[in-house]
């Protein structure tokens, strides 16, 4: 027969144990571990992170002045599995509330003993702020995902150009993705291309050249950038679409065109240029089924409209019954959701990969952008919960 302490002292014991543990660290040759404060402010809130995974950051790799590539672990010892092409939702508290914000996976998938995300500061964004100005080793993240969807998949079989071309931190899930093309599909060849202002804010920038240095006949990196210093040897311009499609074909780097095969598009980057770049191909004859978009939000959304400032009720299935939820000024359904107890499908909580897809009865919406519906899906009236703002009273349905 076992025994148990009471609540009343078995928790003070533990956290005695914990206490004394830290205390004696140094002694035992081990650097003190990381703290916080007993409010608890530095932690989300448990409501919110019920869901989320805990990741203990291993490394953490300075890549620019507002840039790095933070790795993880999960402390249980447990592989994290991911897709290429996918990404980690993290969690972080600001001022009492839980904002999530979506980092693109930059590691090697088929290494699943630990994984990387690359975080840059953006601007006016206060949560990546807080984020990477409280990273250090050992400490705990909580995530969400992997999740989302960007790519034709793997097939060894397969012999195609895949072409990538991002801006910013879509160099992210792009070298992920051109590490496990080139490792997966030996008949294929991979032409990446990225954007950014100047030489310095080409995120991955030496992850990207090591991997064009061990494959020169199968993969050709291509850099544009807008200020460049004297003897610059990459592209000099603005990002504009038409000038990212022809650079595929103009520009002679580290191997030679795509030999002839069967090109693929993956593009990722500001709502903006994605829209111009998919343009930009329809107008050279790529079918959409070739092409493969992600739409990042760097900054908030100049084009938000405003949100009702008053509390509207929506009415969600769960569990095989209906239910109310009081969606509070600024929330959206699925966090409104959440905080009432009601379980609805999700995976990201950021737009990304369509977890939380439910079809609208009746009522209006409003989507904060960038996210993963295209306009007819939208027209049709699919909702995804987890950025999804009623403007007045809803009524949703599982798909």
Same mark, same amino acid.
């Given at each position: 027969m076992g025994f148990?302490?009471? +609540?009343t002292?078995?928790?003070?014991l533990?956290?005695?144990?914990?206490?004394?543990h830290?205390?004696?660290a140094?002694?035992?040759?081990?650097p003190?571990?990381p703290?916080s404060?007993r409010?608890?402010?530095?932690?989300?809130?448990?409501v919110?992170v019920?869901?989320?995974?805990?990741?203990?950051v291993?490394?953490i790799?300075?890549?620019?002045?507002?840039?790095?590539?933070?790795?993880?672990?999960?402390?249980?010892?447990a592989p994290?599995?991911f897709?290429?092409g996918?990404?980690?939702?993290v969690?972080?508290?600001?001022?009492?509330?839980?904002?999530?914000?979506?980092?693109?996976?930059?590691?090697?998938?088929?290494?699943?003993?630990?994984?990387?995300? +690359?975080?840059r500061?953006?601007?006016?964004?206060?949560?990546?702020? +807080?984020l990477?100005?409280?990273l250090?080793?050992?400490?705990?993240?909580?995530?969400?995902?992997?999740?989302?969807?960007?790519?034709?998949?793997?097939?060894?079989?397969?012999?195609?150009?895949?072409?990538?071309?991002?801006?910013?931190?879509?160099?992210?899930?792009?070298?992920?993705?051109?590490?496990?093309?080139?490792g997966t599909?030996?008949?294929?060849?991979?032409?990446?291309?990225?954007?950014?202002?100047?030489?310095?804010?080409?995120?991955?920038?030496?992850s990207l050249?090591?991997?064009a240095a061990?494959h020169?006949?199968?993969?050709?990196?291509?850099?544009?950038v807008?200020?460049?210093?004297?003897?610059?040897?990459?592209?000099?311009g603005?990002?504009g679409?038409?000038?990212l499609?022809?650079?595929v074909?103009?520009?002679?780097g580290?191997?030679?065109?795509g030999g002839?095969?069967p090109?693929?598009?993956?593009?990722?980057g500001?709502?903006?240029?994605?829209?111009?770049?998919?343009a930009?191909?329809?107008?050279?004859?790529?079918?959409?089924?070739?092409?493969s978009?992600?739409?990042?939000?760097?900054?908030?959304?100049?084009?938000a409209?405003?949100?009702?400032?008053?509390?509207q009720?929506?009415?969600?299935? +769960?569990?095989?019954?209906?239910?109310?939820?009081?969606?509070?000024?600024?929330?959206?359904?699925?966090e409104?959701?959440?905080?009432?107890?009601i379980?609805l499908?999700?995976?990201?909580?950021?737009?990304?990969c369509?977890?939380?897809?439910?079809?609208?009865?009746?009522?209006r919406?409003?989507?904060?952008?960038?996210h993963?519906?295209t306009?007819?899906?939208?027209?049709?009236?699919?909702?995804?919960?987890?950025?999804?703002?009623p403007?007045?009273?809803?009524?949703?349905?599982?798909?």
């Open positions: 148990s302490l009471p +609540a002292l078995s928790i003070p533990r956290t005695l144990r914990r206490d004394l830290a205390a004696t140094g002694l035992r040759g081990r003190l571990p703290c404060t409010s608890g402010e530095a932690w989300p809130d448990p919110a019920r869901d989320a995974r805990p990741l203990r291993d490394e790799d300075v890549l620019d002045g507002d840039a790095c590539r933070v790795w993880l672990v999960d402390p249980s010892g994290i599995r897709t290429a996918q990404f980690l939702t969690l972080v508290s600001v001022g009492g509330r839980v904002e999530a914000r979506a980092f693109g996976l930059c590691s090697d998938p088929a290494a699943g003993e630990r994984v990387a995300i +690359a975080v500061r953006r601007p006016g964004d206060s949560a990546v702020d +807080a990477i100005d409280g250090r080793v050992g400490r705990r993240l909580h995530v969400r995902g992997p999740a989302g969807r960007h790519g034709f998949g793997l097939d060894p079989d397969r012999r195609a150009h895949h072409v990538l071309i991002a801006e910013g931190e879509g160099a992210a899930p792009h070298l992920a993705l051109a590490i496990a093309l080139l599909e030996p008949r294929s060849r991979c032409t990446v291309i990225l954007a950014d202002r100047r030489p310095s804010r080409l995120l991955l920038r030496r050249e090591d991997l061990a020169p006949d199968r993969f050709r990196l291509v850099f544009l807008e200020e460049a210093p004297a003897g610059w040897e990459g592209l000099v603005p990002p679409a038409d000038g499609i022809d650079a074909d103009g520009f002679r580290s191997a030679g065109a002839g095969l090109r693929v598009w993956y593009l990722c500001s709502t903006g240029l994605v829209d111009g770049l998919e930009g191909l329809a107008a050279r004859g790529v079918a959409p089924a070739d092409i978009a992600w739409r990042l939000l760097v900054s908030p959304d100049p084009q409209p405003p949100l009702p400032s008053g509390t009720r929506v009415r969600v299935r +769960a569990g095989g019954t209906s239910r109310t939820v009081l969606v509070p000024p600024g929330a959206t359904i699925l409104a959701a959440r905080a009432s107890g379980a499908p999700s995976s990201c909580t950021v737009g990304g369509g977890a939380c897809r439910q079809r609208r009865v009746r009522g919406v409003v989507h904060r952008r960038p993963c519906l306009a007819e899906e939208e027209a049709a009236g699919v909702v995804l919960t987890c950025v999804a703002h403007l007045g009273p809803v009524e949703l349905e599982p798909l």
